[in-house]
């Protein structure tokens, strides 16, 4: 009785996939532990206000939220394209959440929180599109 046995390139590739599996669910568990103890603090220090870099990445994205509310238009495009010191795009993901949660410290803190972990994530898919011979194995 003939039986087949893998090929060892069918094997590494298996290997691959599942340390690739391992790898990205002890990345996901560590990520969910320290996202869960930064969204604690933020919880916890609900009523300390903003520090001056904090409430220059808020201030443009409570005006854009403001503006959506009114249904000014030119308003939001206004702040969306007005000079900052800051990159655009996390102070306008963060005025839709001011729009739904109501602006806080909490809310622009936990929004930021959520970040750093979706980061992780898209970092992990980036590092693993790098080739083999300049990064990750196969």
Not at 16 to 21: H, I, V, W, Y
Not at 61 to 73: I, N, P, Q, V
Request: charged content about 10%; overall charge negative.
């Amino acid at each position: 009785m003939l039986h087949s046995q893998p090929v060892p390139a069918q094997q590494d590739t298996a290997l691959s996939r599942n340390s690739t599996l391992i790898t990205f669910l002890a990345l996901l568990l560590v990520d969910l532990v320290v996202t869960l103890f930064l969204a604690k603090g933020v919880m916890e220090l609900s009523a300390y206000p903003f520090d001056t870099d904090e409430a220059n990445h808020a201030l443009p994205a409570l005006r854009m939220a403001h503006a959506l509310a009114d249904g000014d238009w030119g308003g939001f495009l206004r702040e969306v394209t007005g000079q900052n010191f800051y990159p655009r795009l996390p102070v306008s993901g963060l005025s839709p959440y001011f729009s739904m949660a109501g602006p806080s410290t909490t809310a622009a803190r936990l929004v930021s929180t959520a970040s750093l972990f979706l980061a992780v994530l898209v970092l992990f898919v980036c590092a693993r599109l790098i080739p083999a011979p300049a990064g990750w194995p196969d």
